[in-house]
Structures are given as structure tokens and as C-alpha cells.
Nanobody
Framework: QVQPVESGGGLVQAGGSLRLSCATSGSIFSMYGMGWYRQSPGKQRELVALITSDGTTNYADSVKGRFTISRDSAKNTVFLQMSSLKPEDTGVYYC????????????WGQGTQVTVSS
């Protein structure tokens, strides 16, 4: 079992940057991939970025060109570098260890709050 733990959230002004970290208790390569999700006020939780075990990355259209997902395999840690932040990026960001390409099931972290002020 892989248990993700997020860190790095906070308050930032629009246009600023933040880097989120997701440390896992097990090998990230034992999973299909690792995903970053966010839940903004009044909205459903959405997938923001995904990195698979072979290094393939995917992004939501709303964050392409601004967010970058990466990993440190030796430390079993996944990162989300967020730049050019907008107020609509505000939300709770969750890290999830994905079991399969269907992105069902898996293991969720507890979430970290990101607030972008205008």
C-alpha cells in the first residue's frame, strides 16, 4: 500500500508560484502513476496532472503551460510546480496513487490548501 502525504500549500498572490510535494510510503513505481487533483469551492474534484510509471505526463487544459508534474524516484516523491497562478487555481490539492489507467480506486492523501489572491 502507498500512502501519499502532501505538503507545500499556502497563500500566494496571482502571478506567483508554489511547489507542492507528495511523499509516499512505498515505491511510486509499484503504481500505474501518481496524480494531482484539486477541488475548488463549489466544484467537483478534478484531475490536474498525472505522471505514469514510465514518465508520461498529462495535464488538464486549464493548467497546461503553467503547471509541471515531476518526480524524485529515489525519494518516492512527486512534485507539482505551479506558476503564473490565478485565483481560479484556488482549492484543496490532493495527491493520489493511481492503481490503473482507469484512475479508479487508489490511495488519496489528506490534501493541502492553495489559495491564490487577486
Amino acid at each position: 500500500q502507498v500512502q501519499p502525504v502532501e505538503s507545500g500549500g499556502g497563500l500566494v498572490q496571482a502571478g506567483g508560484s508554489l511547489r507542492l510535494s507528495c511523499a509516499t510510503s512505498g515505491s511510486i513505481f509499484s503504481m500505474y502513476g501518481m496524480g494531482w487533483y484539486r477541488q475548488s469551492p463549489g466544484k467537483q474534484r478534478e484531475l490536474v496532472a498525472l505522471i505514469t510509471s514510465d514518465g508520461t505526463t498529462n495535464y488538464a487544459d486549464s493548467v497546461k503551460g503553467r503547471f509541471t508534474i515531476s518526480r524524485d524516484s529515489a525519494k518516492n516523491t512527486v512534485f507539482l510546480q505551479m506558476s503564473s497562478l490565478k485565483p481560479e487555481d484556488t482549492g484543496v490539492y490532493y495527491c493520489k496513487a493511481e492503481l490503473t489507467a482507469l484512475l479508479r480506486g487508489g490511495y488519496w492523501g489528506q490534501g493541502t490548501q492553495v489559495t491564490v489572491s487577486s
